[in-house]
């Protein structure tokens, strides 16, 4: 599958984005997709994924309760609704797609990465 990650942009703190992140291919459904990112000078870390029958719903702990994933599969599009922003959050937001994977916490769960789209926030 290939994926197209978009939204990004600079934000006050306090502020809302919302991602996207459009697939295409074969058995787009089948795939459990996420979001991970990358703060300057840091590992690539997960932030919150969502199961390919939509059901379940994965998230890391600093962003539950202000970040909210979703999927549309009439559109093959996953979704990152971002509230509450801080500055912790800045980073380089990558989408991806796992198939068949029952860990979508682990990044060596996904075969299918997104170019990043870069989100940044600001006092």
């Known amino acids: 599958v290939q994926l197209q990650a978009s939204g990004g942009g600079l934000v006050q703190a306090g502020g809302s984005l919302r991602l996207s992140c459009a697939a295409s291919g074969r058995a787009v459904r089948r795939y459990g997709l996420g979001w991970f990112r990358q703060a300057p000078g840091k590992e690539r870390e997960f932030v919150a994924a969502?199961?390919?029958?939509?059901?379940?719903?994965y998230y890391e702990d600093s962003v539950k309760g202000r970040f909210t994933i979703s999927r549309d599969d009439a559109k093959n599009t996953v979704y990152l609704q971002m509230n509450s922003l801080k500055l912790d959050d800045t980073a380089v937001y990558y989408c991806?797609?796992?198939?068949?994977?029952?860990?979508?916490?682990?990044?060596?769960?996904?075969?299918?990465w997104g170019q990043g789209t870069q989100v940044t926030v600001s006092s």
């Open positions: 991806a797609g796992s198939f068949n994977g029952d860990q979508l916490w682990k990044q060596y769960e996904y075969d299918s």
């Open positions: 969502v199961g390919w029958s939509g059901g379940a719903t």
